[in-house]
């Protein structure tokens, strides 16, 4: 067990997508990663929030090729919409070569999991180590409840 924050890509950009919109939507690499997003979902206990976790049918590097099909990711976007996603996550890091033209194409926000991870990893650090500058309480108030 480690004594310092974890901050994983995943979790970070769902719980990020969460915060954004009532209802989002996962765009996952090939269909036998969804079961697995499902799980870490349901984990996260956010399973209510996810309407969609669509898989591309891509590798992981696909998206890193200098020409890269962007109609893959496109299609699982459209679908994830279609199913009232309001905010969509990119579900594997090498998708961040297609985050701007995605976000450019599509109408609602898309979060690129590493951005939202050094996002909330920086905001934990400007706290010296909490997650007070996410929040204001008044001085002096409990915490206890």
């Known amino acids: 067990m480690v004594k310092v924050p974890v901050f994983g890509i995943g979790e970070s950009s769902m719980l990020t997508a969460a915060a954004a919109s009532r209802q989002f939507g996962v765009l996952t690499l090939g269909p036998e990663v969804v079961p697995r997003k499902w799980r870490q979902i349901r984990a996260m206990s956010i399973g209510d929030r996810c309407v969609a976790v669509e898989p591309t049918g891509t590798g992981v590097l696909h998206a890193l090729k200098q020409d890269v099909d962007i109609e893959p990711y496109l299609r699982a976007a459209r679908l994830a919409i279609s199913k009232n996603a309001r905010t969509l996550v990119l579900g594997c890091a090498g998708m961040v070569a297609v985050w701007e033209r995605l976000s450019d194409m599509l109408e609602v926000p898309v979060v690129e999991p590493i951005v939202a991870t050094c ?20 001085k002096g108030a409990s915490t206890d409840r």
């Open 119 to 138: 996002l909330l990893a920086a905001s934990f650090l400007a706290g010296r180590g909490s997650l007070a500058p996410l929040y204001h309480r008044r």
